[in-house]
Antibody
């Protein structure tokens, strides 16, 4: 069945960057957009952006342009998101999704010195 | 950006009774293809969001038919009939009409 397996939790220092992964299985990776969604503690969901693995095309929420970089590795069916210049506002759980139906288990990112 | 406003903030329900959650959009969610791009999700405690309803009124695979959704172009209602303890969590509406995708602020369902 369709699965998205995300990398483990990360503790990073302010000003640093973090790169997380989302490994897809159970479907043809290059056929579907992969989105990323942020959920700050106890808060709602924010759509960050999406990438089309076949071409690398991306669409972003303006709010996250310059903050998030989306890439893929087609050879391993893995999508990546890198967040740069981290602040405490970036502490959150980050989900990858395939459409509305399939969600990864989430990656908790904590930004702290 | 499209703003989705949910009400109530929380609801407490006795098992076996019904619950309704409202979602109001700042813009029509009816696409040029005649599809209403409104989705409902349930996030159980400590879990990832789970799709319940897609395109306003279609039940996602494996979702019990106790869940139903209806609405117009801007006003939507999720109804849960015969609430069970497993229905506890936060319910979100979301749209996929245009960029950026946005979500409502969530409605927390608790059991009395």
């Amino acid at each position: 069945q369709v699965k998205l397996l995300q990398s483990g939790a990360a503790l990073v220092k302010p000003g640093a960057s973090v790169k997380m992964s989302c490994k897809a299985s159970g479907y043809t990776f290059t056929d579907y957009w992969v989105s990323w969604v942020k959920q700050s503690h106890g808060k709602s969901l924010e759509w960050i952006g999406e990438i089309y693995p076949n071409s690398g095309a991306t669409n972003f929420n303006e709010k996250f342009k310059g903050k998030a970089t989306l890439t893929v590795d087609k050879s391993t069916s893995t999508a990546y998101m890198e967040l740069s210049r981290l602040t405490s506002e970036d502490s959150a759980i980050y989900y990858c999704t395939r459409g509305a139906l399939c969600w990864g288990q989430g990656v908790m990112v904590t930004v702290s010195s | 950006d499209i703003v989705l406003t949910q009400a109530p903030l929380s609801v407490s329900v006795t098992p076996g009774e019904s619950a309704s959650i409202s979602c109001r959009s700042s813009k029509s969610l009816l696409s040029s293809k005649g599809i209403t791009s409104l989705y409902w999700y349930l996030q159980r405690p400590g879990k990832s969001p789970q799709l319940l309803i897609y395109q306003m009124s279609n039940l996602a695979s494996g979702v019990p038919d106790r869940f139903s959704s209806s609405g117009s172009e801007t006003d939507f209602t999720l109804k849960i009939s015969k609430v069970e303890t497993e229905d506890v969590g936060v319910y979100y509406c979301g749209h996929r009409l245009e960029y950026p995708l946005t979500f409502g602020s969530g409605t927390k369902l608790e059991i009395k």
